[in-house]
């Protein structure tokens, strides 16, 4: 197996933009990322995109706009972690040797989706879905757990997305550049208790990409290759061997794995990215990942370790919760970020020195099975 | 009279004591499923009986929504019921005005009117403070 870096990122502006078209959205991503990589469209060999809502030869929709055609092209779903499959999908290209250099992308119009503006609707099938089971009431039933079991209140919650909210007013492609105090986040809409508005991440358009190649050829284009060290999509178990809903058993099975395939461990990440769909699951996956012990999550938000200039920030970006979640292209985007700041070149949401990061994605909900049905992990290195 | 259906057939009856769930337990292994599984999830067992539950239950999570839901208008209350033979339910819940929602607390099921659709009305299990 070929080791594979990333030479090229790139994302669009994020936000409420119901009058770009995704293959416009797309291909500002993709713009962006062969000017960050210095490569010509001619040099792709191979292109994974990713979009959850009316999937229809999304790849070669966007990148027509920069002049790539006549190479194979993949259209993947995965829900929220669409974004990492793509991106793993070139991974696994470049490292099989299939290809030398290839272009992952995700890109979601949420606004102009079926479920702009509402709650995902169940499947047919899904039981649980049809008498109630929201994402925002799964999440909030996790929390009255994490409340009951660990001592976390409402506050903490809040405070969650207080940090993001912040994180985000230093990152110009973010959706939503304005700070907001605990008290604020405390007394906007109730969604499901104690779950508030702004806990919960918004409707978003946008789209991410990334350029990789092995790292043999990485030199030609670029003094800061960053290194692909672990690439892991797992999807998880039925729900009746989930005896705690504030562990994810998916997230125990892939940390496990990446950790092992980038040879370190949880106390090597400089940096995180994760998804934050709910203020109060980023406590959830601070565990998950193995940031700190079990039950430990509530202190370790308290201490402001995960704060831009802690000891491991989370979601410098700004994460889904204030950066914005365009379903499939948030599996990319954080990858994005993690590259940015291995680079130094993140500017003032730089983490300082940073040499490892870690990009998580995780979404899906299917009838009978553990919510949050697939994840995927990546470990960047510099 | 309005066709009555039921939410999904196999997983609630009622007798003369009231209301029941219907699950389903490995011959092979023993495991336990809500809703009735076709083969076992955990050993891949092909012959599985039906069980009923027990009718009551102690809550282990909640929440009360105040966003429609797809058949719900808020405030509507939902949550997971610990069974006492080892199997989680996750249930809409019954508000009453004098027993708030607390964690560990007993629960019963019931069954009646959960919505109306193309003019039947659905019917299915929820869960109440005892």
Known sequence: MREVAVIGVGQSMFGKLPEKSVAELGAEAVSAALTDAGISPRDIQVAYASRLYNVWCTAQDILKEVGIRNIEMVNVENTCA??????????????????????????????TSPIAGKLIPPEKNDLDGHLGMTMPAMFAMVARRQMEEQGATPE????????????????????????????????????????????????????????LCSKDIAKKYTTK?????????????????????????????????AYEMAGCGPEDIDLVEMHDAFANEEMLRYEDL???????????????????????????????????????????????????????????????????????MHGGVVARMEHGIVAGIHILAR | MAEVVPVREGTFAEDAKGAKLLGSKCRSC?????????????????????????????????????????HFQPPYAVGFIDMPEGIRVF???????????????????VIEELWQENDKKVIGYKFRPV
Not at chain 1, 84 to 108: L, N, P, Q
Not at chain 1, 294 to 317: D, F, Q
Not at chain 2, 94 to 103: I, R
């Open chain 1, 82 to 111: 669409g974004g990492s499959t793509a991106f793993r999908g070139i991974w696994k290209e470049i490292a099989d040797g299939h290809y030398d250099i290839g272009i992952a992308v995700g890109v979601e119009s949420m606004t």
């Open chain 1, 156 to 211: 903490d919650f809040a405070q969650i997305s207080v940090k993001n909210h912040r994180h985000a007013c230093l990152n110009p492609y973010a959706q939503y550049k304005k700070e907001f105090t605990v008290e604020e986040v405390l007394n906007s809409r109730m969604i499901c208790e104690p779950i508030t508005l702004l806990m919960c991440c918004p409707n978003t358009d946008g789209a991410a990409a990334a350029i």
């Open chain 1, 225 to 257: 290759p960053i290194r692909v060290i672990a690439s892991t999509l797992l999807s998880g178990d039925y729900k009746e061997f989930q005896k705690d809903i504030t562990a994810s058993p998916l997230l125990g099975k892939i940390s496990n794995m």
């Open chain 1, 290 to 360: 193995g940031l700190c012990k079990r039950g430990e999550g509530v202190g370790l938000i308290r201490s402001g370790a995960t704060e831009i200039g802690g000891k491991i920030p989370v979601n410098p970006s700004g994460g889904l919760l204030s950066l914005g979640h365009p379903l499939s292209a948030s599996g990319i985007r954080t990858i994005c970020e993690i590259v940015l700041h291995l680079r130094n070149q993140a500017g003032a949401r730089q983490t300082p020195n940073a040499k490892v990061g870690l990009a998580h």
């Open chain 2, 30 to 70: 023993g495991q336990l499923f809500f809703p009735q599984a076709k083969f076992c999830f955990n050993c891949f067992g092909k012959s599985m009986d039906e069980v009923v539950l027990s009718r009551r239950g102690k809550l282990y999570s909640y929440t009360i929504g105040h966003m429609p839901s797809t």
């Open chain 2, 91 to 109: 249930a809409p819940l019954k508000m009453t005005e004098d027993k708030p929602f607390k964690v560990g607390m007993d629960m019963e099921v």
